[in-house]
């Protein structure tokens, strides 16, 4: 008779995404996703996969539980609205204190050599996405509300992603709620009514 598992696949998860979002993808070794993950290393690649493999199910984690928030986000009637709500929830996320600071992408892109290559291309295209996505509804959503004066859809859209993840790097360096919002808001009062 098979021995049942002694441990909790959705814990063991949340764990290793705790890991990986504080130490970055280079930084998180299998014996640390071990410990903190209260598995041995065999049970890891056993239950997981590979180490890249375990890192996508973290990742289809975070933008479940994590990333909800860019929907609603994305669904608001004008620009400014868009990147507001979407500024101020990655505020909310990367500064809140209940997880580890800054985003688990982000923070997994900013340190990876040529052996993870495909990792940092992965984490590139997800970036990529959010600039498509806000350049779209930028687009259609500028007649109900006006774009930064000068900038087209597109150029509004690199902006706000790029904010975005200028938030995340700055609030992994300990930056405060405080003063991440000051950024926002800033960025926003340039931004017509």
Not at 20 to 31: D, I, K, L, N
Not at 53 to 77: I, K, M, T, W
Not at 147 to 170: F, K, N, Y
């Amino acid at each position: 008779m098979a021995r049942p598992r002694s441990f909790s696949e959705p814990a063991a998860l949340q764990a290793a995404l705790s890991t990986f979002w504080q130490y970055g993808y280079e930084g998180t070794s299998v014996e640390l996703l071990a410990e903190s993950m209260k598995m041995n290393k065999a049970s890891i690649y056993r239950v997981f996969g590979s180490k890249p493999e375990l890192f996508e199910r973290v990742r289809e984690l975070y933008h479940r539980d994590y990333l909800g928030f860019r929907l609603s986000s994305l669904a608001r009637e004008t620009p400014k609205e868009i990147a507001s709500e979407l500024l101020h929830g990655m505020i909310e996320l990367h500064a809140e204190g209940a997880t580890p600071a800054g985003c688990l992408e982000t923070n997994a892109a900013l340190a990876t050599g040529p052996e993870n290559e495909e990792v940092r291309a992965e984490l590139a295209q997800s970036r990529d996405a959010l600039w498509g996505l806000l350049a779209t509804r930028f687009e259609e959503t500028k007649d109900k509300g006006p774009l930064p004066a000068g900038m087209s859809a597109e150029a509004a859209a690199g902006m706000v992603s790029t904010l975005v993840q200028g938030l995340a790097v700055q609030a992994k360096s300990g930056r405060s709620r405080e003063e991440l919002s000051a950024v926002v808001d800033a960025v926003l009062s340039v931004w017509p009514s």
